[in-house]
C-alpha cells in the first residue's frame, strides 16, 4: 500500500511537471509568433497564415502600412514615447480593420491581411484606419506636449498564388505611396 502511494505521488507529480512544460511550450509558440511591444501577430504568424489562405484558395488583399516620419518622433521624443505610438497605431488599425489581421512587420511597418476582400474593399478600408490614425491626438504623457499627426502611407496588393509577391507589390506601392507625399494610399487596380 505504500509503495502505491508513493507510486501516486510521482504519477501525480508527474502530471504537474508535464503541464508545466505544456504551458512553458505553449508561451514559447506564442512569443514565437507574436511581436512583443504591440501584441500582434509577427512576420512569422503573417507569412504562415498569408500561406494558409493561399492554400485554402481564399482571394485576399494584402496591405503594407508604414508609420510617416516615425524616426521624428524617436528623435524629438525619444523611444519611450515612440513605443507608445507604435501601440496606438497597432491599436487603431486592429479595431479599424476588424476581423481582418493585423501583424507587426518590424519596425514601424504593419501589414493588413484581408481575406475575401477584393481591392476597393481593402481600399475603404485601409483608407478608413488611416483616417482614424491621423485623428487620434497622441501627446506625451509626462508633459501633455502634443506629438502632432500621426500619419502612415500604404500599398494594397492583391494575392493570388504567391504571398512574397503580394507583399513586395504592397511595399513598392508603399514607398510610391512615400515617395508621392506620405499619407496616403495607392492600390493600382488590374488593366
Known amino acids: 500500500i505504500e509503495r502505491t502511494a508513493d ?6 507529480e508527474t502530471r504537474r511537471e508535464t ?23 509577427n512576420r512569422r504568424a503573417i507569412d504562415r497564415k498569408m500561406q494558409s489562405f493561399v492554400d485554402e484558395g481564399t482571394p485576399l488583399a494584402v ?15 525619444g523611444h519611450a514615447v515612440g513605443d507608445r505610438v507604435l501601440k496606438a497605431v497597432a491599436e487603431t488599425l486592429a479595431q479599424t480593420v476588424d476581423p481582418h ?16 476582400v477584393d ?6 478600408l485601409i483608407e478608413k484606419a488611416r483616417a482614424a490614425v491621423g485623428a487620434r491626438v497622441m501627446k506625451v504623457r509626462d508633459t501633455d506636449e502634443q506629438i502632432g499627426q500621426v500619419t ?4 494594397i496588393a492583391i494575392c493570388n498564388a504567391h504571398p512574397e509577391d503580394a507583399l513586395r507589390e504592397a511595399d513598392n506601392l508603399l514607398y510610391e505611396a512615400k515617395n508621392s507625399g506620405r499619407n496616403r494610399t495607392i492600390y493600382k487596380r488590374a488593366a
Open 7 to 12: 507510486m501516486e505521488r510521482r504519477l501525480a
Open 19 to 41: 503541464e508545466k512544460l505544456r504551458q512553458d511550450l505553449d508561451a514559447a509558440r506564442d512569443d514565437a509568433t507574436r511581436d512583443a511591444l504591440t501584441n500582434l501577430p
Open 63 to 77: 496591405a503594407f502600412c508604414d508609420i510617416d516620419h516615425f524616426k521624428s518622433i524617436n528623435d524629438r521624443f
Open 101 to 116: 489581421i493585423v501583424g507587426r512587420f518590424g519596425g514601424e511597418e504593419f501589414v493588413v491581411v484581408l481575406p475575401d
Open 119 to 124: 481591392g476597393d474593399t481593402a481600399f475603404a
Open 152 to 155: 502612415f502611407s500604404a500599398g
